[in-house]
Structures are given as structure tokens and as C-alpha cells.
């Protein structure tokens, strides 16, 4: 690591940490730098420093750009739960067991429709919303990015 920069992977690390710990500040000293992460309603920010991001070449042969679905919006009515942080997704508390939910299921907020597995702690995810799951967009054992749409329920719907 170089004494005017921190490592981008480093940092990511650190958001991760404050992810799994439920901590709302960090701040670190190296040398003349300081980097100073704060966490609210899950909301990170970084403040501007130099930060050193690994280089690429250019490909030789560019991918030729083909025309790709255009993003739907949702519904007014569709709410999709995504993943809170990067991990192993668990549908079901173990293999065998039933899943959390499944399509049809009525959920409320503190429903927990699946684990998350990030740096060996497994983290229960609640629905956050109320209404009928529609769909389940990922598989036991799954690995998912921070974002990924995890399922689609509609809102207001408990029948």
C-alpha cells in the first residue's frame, strides 16, 4: 500500500465491516492521511481522497455492443427486496427445511425471507414491506452483489 493512497479494496473491506457490526463511524490515520467512513440509514460516506484503483488493459478485441434489453420499471405496485450486502443467499435455514417463503406467501416487514451468508456470519433478512411474494429471483446457495433483486411482491396484496 502506498503512503499517499488507500486501497480501494481495503476500503470496501471496512464498509463491509461496518455493514456486518452495525457501526456508523471508522475513522483511520496512515501517515498524512486520514479516511473517515460514517453510516447513516445505510448511507456510506467517503470523503475525497486518493484512492488506488487497480489498472486494465483494453481489450484487443472490444466486445461488439449488441442491443440489450432496456431495464422494465416496476409496477407501482411491485416492490423488489434486494440484497443488503455481498454474500452466499439461503433461501431455507438448511438443506432439507422449507424455504423462508416461497410465491403465493403473504409477508409482513419482519418476515424473514432468507440468509445471507457474508464473512462466515449469516445475516437474516427481512422482507421490509407487506403484500404477496410474486416471485423468487435467486436460488439456494447463490452468490449475490450488493443490490440484487432477491424477490418481486406486490405491495398491499395479502390475499
Known amino acids: 500500500m502506498s503512503n499517499d493512497t488507500f486501497d480501494l479494496k481495503r476500503v470496501k473491506q471496512l464498509v463491509e465491516l461496518m455493514k456486518t457490526n452495525d457501526l456508523t463511524d471508522i475513522e483511520i490515520k496512515q501517515g498524512d492521511l486520514q479516511l473517515t467512513l460514517r453510516r447513516n440509514s ?3 460516506v467517503l470523503p475525497n481522497i486518493p484512492v488506488a484503483v ?3 488493459a ?3 478485441n472490444p466486445p461488439i455492443a449488441t442491443s440489450a434489453p432496456v431495464p422494465q420499471e416496476e409496477p407501482a405496485n411491485i416492490t423488489v427486496i434486494k440484497s443488503p450486502m455481498v454474500g452466499t443467499c439461503y433461501i431455507a435455514s438448511s438443506p432439507g427445511s ?3 417463503v416461497k410465491v403465493g406467501d403473504t409477508i409482513t ?3 424473514t425471507v432468507c440468509l445471507i451468508e457474508a464473512m462466515k ?3 437474516e433478512i427481512q422482507a421490509e414491506c407487506s403484500g404477496k411474494v410474486v416471485e423468487v429471483l435467486v436460488n439456494n446457495g447463490d452468490a449475490v452483489e450488493f443490490g440484487r433483486p432477491l424477490f418481486r411482491v ?3 396484496q395479502t390475499r
Open 98 to 100: 422449507p424455504p423462508f
Open 154 to 156: 406486490a405491495v398491499g
Open 54 to 56: 487497480p489498472t486494465q
Open 42 to 44: 445505510q448511507t456510506v
Open 109 to 111: 416487514p419482519e418476515t
Open 121 to 123: 456470519v449469516y445475516n
Open 58 to 60: 483494453a481489450p484487443v
